[in-house]
């Protein structure tokens, strides 16, 4: 019997994508586009495309395992998931006894749906552990939080007014969609005559065609905000009547930007001082303008300043909240709150036994910055850390100095991770659990919805053996822990629960498909902003009383062409990384039909620099840091400075034998990455823009 369903693609990238999902037999067999969804309109990525090949993948982990052998050493037993999640609980039990429950850390990665990771946060609030560790101080938060200490909320492109100006900064929509826009959305705005301007160290699809191409130094990102910023103001290119009305520090910050001077800033970005003038001219008087940002500004050297010094850009620009600028969303209505659904109270009674409470910006977001948690595991400090339960990671090759991570792990007790697949972060663990799919449970997509809308995903097919959502992984074990009272017999349960006040049930919000909050602008003229003063700060009075610059102030971290010259002679490139189109992050390199699309990590020289160093095309090189080397397959590209390497991220061999340590180890750029969190507020690693060489191999 077929059938034919729509729904929403979930997390094989930040969009939300309508998709029509053919079933026959209980078997997914076709997936294609939404023609009627109204964020991708019938578009589709390979990723999405190819779903069912990662679902049916004969590799897929079915059965939880149970570690035999000496730790890595690939020896299994497979058992039950009521015994694996009976031997979890037993552990946990002891360490929660005998060290305290924050000797057990929470993993947590690239969501696999809507709820997993607001279900773990929820989980560590009734267990007692502030210990939930999360990329998020590399991923989406720092600008989600520069934005709000600047104005009191995220925001996003109004593109559906769309922009007359639009700036796509540190993100790639053509490759993969944003968790603020899809590449649809980009292409209408630019179909309408938008101008629009491209930052990137690489001439991408959407450089080629932009109206102005910003070739930045990687990392400098907030420099060149802070060049604009001079010519804007200097120029009175401000919308005068909203700084007037709806800010506060101006004058300081019209001081602040005074020295940054298009020539001093081409200086430090290499972005010549005609185009950081022409690009600001452009932006500050087409409006309404509108920027696009994405993951890249995240792993800055200065992320939260980086974010901030950009907030500003659109606040001056009087581009907040009006049509075809930054819209502020509103909230879904009718939705629990995700303070309540996360149990946000009971989490602040754990908070001074955090480990990383120095990062006081994600300290305040209840987690742990992920380059902060390998260490204390390592040196048992503050106190004795014992367990380890990952979700939806594969920190060996997300997080920065990979050999730590592998360390850090390996010097815990107890080690359980989630997964689709036998990645080599799970190769390590005590206990393996099989994961479903997000096609293969029902859940609510991007809760709490702050995009101003929710989406139902609603289950399709069965998923294989035992596998089970995260969702239900955390509630079947809080159950065994005497948790029970903060959560459901099963996913549906939270989902009545949330759509409550609404009026609704999930099964009828199945059959809606969508809840949206209905657009408004200039909502601040009512409300004002939600920041302690009620306006746009300019300068940040969140940020300075704790303890943090109130201006987005840059300083040049180590291993940079401006913070080690000196190392800069023994490595004379500055090393940036590109996320392929058709993996997730460190995933699904094991399905054909994405790896065929991109078979072997490559990294991308200047011709002039591959002459000069001696190297071809098509040849493995080297690529060096003093924290490591691997190995990538080198490419040319004419459109990249001379002094810029461009790796690629994410790789490894899930092809080569798991006890290979090459299989993860020999392309990962993060071997390259020092650990040392640069980032005072995030304690965010300097990802972007620190010094490499490259040679032959």
Same mark, same amino acid.
């Given at each position: 019997m077929s059938e034919v369903i729509r729904t929403f693609c979930g997390r094989l990238c930040g969009g939300t994508c309508g998709i029509i999902v053919t079933i026959d037999n209980g078997r997914i067999v076709d997936i294609e586009g939404d023609p009627e969804s109204p964020f991708s309109r019938g578009a589709i990525c390979a990723k999405g495309r190819n779903f069912k090949d990662i679902i049916y993948h004969p590799d897929r982990l079915k059965h939880p395992l149970k570690?035999?052998?000496?730790?890595?050493e690939n020896r299994w037993q497979e058992i039950g998931m009521d015994e694996a999640l009976d031997l979890i609980a037993d552990r946990l039990k002891g360490y929660a006894r005998d060290f305290g429950p924050e000797s057990i850390?929470? /993993?947590?990665?690239?969501?696999?749906?809507?709820?997993?990771?607001?279900?773990?946060?929820?989980?560590?609030?009734?267990?007692?552990?502030?210990?939930?560790?999360?990329?998020?101080?590399?991923?989406?938060?720092?600008?989600?939080?520069?934005?709000?200490?600047?104005?009191?909320?995220?925001?996003?492109?109004?593109?559906?007014?769309?922009?007359?100006?639009?700036?796509?900064?540190?993100?790639?929509?053509?490759?993969?969609?944003s968790n603020y826009g899809t590449g649809v959305q980009y292409r209408r705005a630019v179909e309408s005559g938008a101008k629009f301007i491209v930052v990137d160290p690489c001439r991408t699809t959407m450089a080629a065609k932009a109206d102005i191409w910003l070739r930045l130094r990687p990392g400098s990102d907030g420099l060149l905000a802070l060049g604009m910023l001079n010519v804007i103001i200097g120029e009175g290119l401000y919308d005068r009547a909203f700084v007037s009305r709806w800010t506060v520090g101006f004058e300081q910050l019209?001081? /602040?930007?005074?020295?940054?001077?298009?020539?001093?800033?081409?200086?430090?970005?290499?972005?010549?001082?005609?185009?950081?003038?022409?690009?600001?001219?452009?932006?500050a008087s087409t409006r309404p303008a509108a920027i696009e940002w994405g993951n890249a500004i995240d792993h800055t050297s200065n992320t939260i300043q980086t974010c901030r010094a950009i907030a500003i850009l659109r606040a001056v620009t009087g581009n907040l909240d009006v049509p075809g600028g930054d819209l502020i969303p509103s909230p879904v209505p009718g939705l629990m709150k995700s303070s309540d659904f996360m149990l946000t109270k009971k989490q602040?009674?754990?908070?001074?036994?955090?480990?990383?409470?120095?990062? =006081?910006?994600?300290?305040?977001?209840?987690?742990?910055?992920?380059?902060?948690?390998?260490?204390?595991?390592?040196?048992?400090?503050?106190?004795?850390?014992?367990?380890?339960?990952?979700?939806?990671?594969?920190?060996?090759?997300?997080?920065a100095n990979s050999r730590l991570a592998e360390e850090g792990f390996r010097a815990l007790d107890f080690l359980v991770v989630s997964d689709l697949f036998m990645?080599?972060?799970?190769?390590?663990?005590?206990?393996?659990?099989?994961?479903?799919?997000?096609?293969?449970?029902?859940?609510?997509?991007?809760?709490?919805? =702050?995009?101003?809308?929710?989406?139902?995903?609603?289950?399709?097919?069965?998923?294989?053996?035992?596998?089970?959502?995260?969702?239900?992984?955390?509630?079947?074990?809080?159950?065994?822990?005497?948790?029970?009272?903060? /959560?459901?017999?099963?996913?549906?349960?939270?989902?009545?629960?949330?759509?409550?006040?609404?009026?609704?049930?999930?099964?009828?919000?199945?059959?809606?498909g969508m809840l949206r909050a209905e657009k408004s602008y200039r909502k601040y003229e009512?409300?004002?902003?939600?920041?302690?003063?009620?306006?746009?700060?300019?300068?940040?009075?969140?940020?300075?009383?704790?303890?943090?610059?109130?201006?987005?102030?840059?300083?040049?971290?180590?291993?940079?062409?401006?913070?080690?010259?000196?190392?800069?002679?023994?490595?004379?490139?500055?090393?940036?990384?590109?996320?392929s189109p058709f993996f997730q992050h460190a995933s699904h390199r094991m399905v054909k039909s994405l790896r065929k699309l991109a078979p072997e990590p490559v990294v991308k020289l200047n011709p002039e620099t591959a002459r000069r160093l001696g190297l071809k095309a098509g040849e493995m090189v080297a690529i060096e840091t003093p924290h490591g080397s691997i190995r990538q397959k080198l490419e040319l590209d004419a459109d990249i400075d001379p002094r810029v390497a461009v790796a690629a991220f994410g790789w490894w061999f899930p092809e080569r034998p798991v006890t290979d340590s090459g299989r993860w180890q020999?392309?990962?750029?993060?071997?390259?990455?020092?650990?040392?969190?640069?980032?005072?507020?995030?304690?965010?690693?300097?990802? =972007?823009?620190?010094l490499c060489r490259v040679r032959p191999v």
């Open positions: 570690r035999v052998g000496e730790r890595g850390l929470l /993993f947590t990665g690239a969501s696999r749906g809507g709820l997993d990771i607001a279900y773990l946060y929820r989980f560590a609030a009734a267990l007692g552990t502030p210990n939930q560790v999360s990329a998020g101080n590399v991923c989406h938060i720092p600008r989600d939080q520069g934005a709000t200490l600047t104005f009191g909320s995220a925001c996003l492109p109004d593109y559906e007014t769309p922009p007359k100006c639009l700036v796509i900064w540190g993100s790639n929509t053509h490759h993969t969609n019209q001081d /602040f930007v005074a020295s940054y001077t298009p020539l001093k800033v081409s200086e430090l970005t290499w972005v010549p001082a005609t185009e950081i003038v022409r690009a600001a001219r452009l932006y602040l009674e754990w908070r001074k036994k955090s480990l990383a409470p120095q990062y =006081r910006i994600a300290d305040s977001m209840f987690f742990v910055a992920s380059q902060a948690a390998m260490p204390a595991i390592i040196e048992q400090k503050p106190y004795p850390l014992k367990a380890g339960l990952v979700f939806g990671a594969n920190p060996l090759l997300t997080y990645s080599p972060t799970a190769a390590l663990a005590d206990v393996v659990l099989p994961v479903a799919t997000n096609l293969e449970y029902d859940d609510i997509g991007q809760f709490p919805g =702050r995009n101003g809308w929710v989406t139902a995903r609603r289950k399709l097919v069965e998923p294989p053996g035992e596998c089970l959502p995260d969702v239900m992984i955390i509630n079947r074990l809080a159950q065994r822990l005497g948790l029970g009272e903060y /959560f459901w017999n099963d996913e549906v349960g939270a989902l009545d629960a949330i759509l409550k006040p609404a009026g609704l049930t999930y099964q009828e919000f199945k059959k809606m009512k409300e004002g902003f939600r920041t302690p003063s009620g306006k746009v700060e300019l300068v940040s009075s969140r940020l300075e009383q704790m303890g943090y610059d109130g201006l987005p102030v840059m300083r040049e971290p180590p291993e940079t062409p401006f913070g080690s010259p000196e190392l800069f002679r023994e490595y004379p490139l500055v090393l940036t990384s590109g996320k020999e392309a990962n750029v993060n071997m390259l990455a020092s650990d040392v969190p640069v980032d005072p507020a995030m304690g965010t690693p300097n990802l =972007r823009g620190f």
